[in-house]
């Protein structure tokens, strides 16, 4: 099922974008730099719907359609039932089987994709050249040394993006697969290999992102 609001699709573009190219040059703990966002159609009115469903499977963006390496399998279940509980929390009814006869009111699909970024960091040579002096009583230095132990380094470090959108299965057409995006949760940070600080982050980060959607209430 295709995302049709081009009004939402113009406010989440430049999100993605401001929540994973906004790090520092130095990073010294990853949970610093974690970023949640939203965006939702003002027009719409969230009161009117009732029931939800989420989509069993976190969908990888990646060029061939293969899961990411960066991400980890293992998280998923979890971040699929911080999305219900907080669906359930604002008032929601999940709809756990759905089907062409009998769909909720909400639709809710979970993307991941990772960004890699480096840095280098130039060493220093010292000063390679020859200083010819002010005049002849004063007749300058000769060839300045360098200093190879200081070559200079590359650093590397991965971020990780979920983005969590929901859908008016009202809106859905058969024909084209598309339907209105009401709401888009956007949580970007840095991977880590740790689970249980990984665990604890998605947590805050995905429960922020309905917080502060205080308009998201059945």
């Known amino acids: 099922m295709k995302r049709t609001n081009f009004r939402l699709l113009l406010m989440v573009f430049p999100l993605i974008a401001l929540l994973t190219g906004c790090y520092p040059d130095k990073i010294d703990y990853v949970d610093e730099y974690d970023i949640a966002g939203t ?30 390496p960066n991400f980890s399998r293992e998280h998923d279940e979890y971040i699929l039932n911080l999305i219900r509980d907080n669906m359930i929390a604002k008032g929601f009814t999940e709809m756990e089987n759905p089907d062409s006869l009998n769909m909720p009111d909400l639709m809710l699909f979970t993307e991941a994709l990772s960004s890699d970024y480096y840095q280098y960091w130039g060493g220093w040579g010292g000063y390679w050249g020859y200083y010819p002096g002010w005049d002849w009583w004063y007749p300058g230095y000769p060839w300045y040394p360098s200093y190879p132990w200081y070559p200079g380094y590359v650093s590397s470090y991965s971020t990780g993006t979920l983005m969590i959108e929901m859908l008016d299965t009202e809106t859905y057409d058969p024909e084209d697969h598309t339907a209105d995006m ?21 947590e805050k980060q995905i429960n922020q992102l309905f917080e502060q959607s205080d308009y998201l209430q059945q």
């Open 39 to 68: 965006v939702y159609d003002e027009g719409a009115d969230f009161s009117s719907y009732t029931t939800f469903h989420v989509l069993d499977t976190i969908i990888h963006l990646t060029d061939d359609g293969e899961d990411d």
């Open 182 to 202: 009401l709401w888009m949760g956007v949580v970007d940070g840095l991977l880590s290999s740790n689970k249980t600080n990984t665990r604890t982050r998605l």
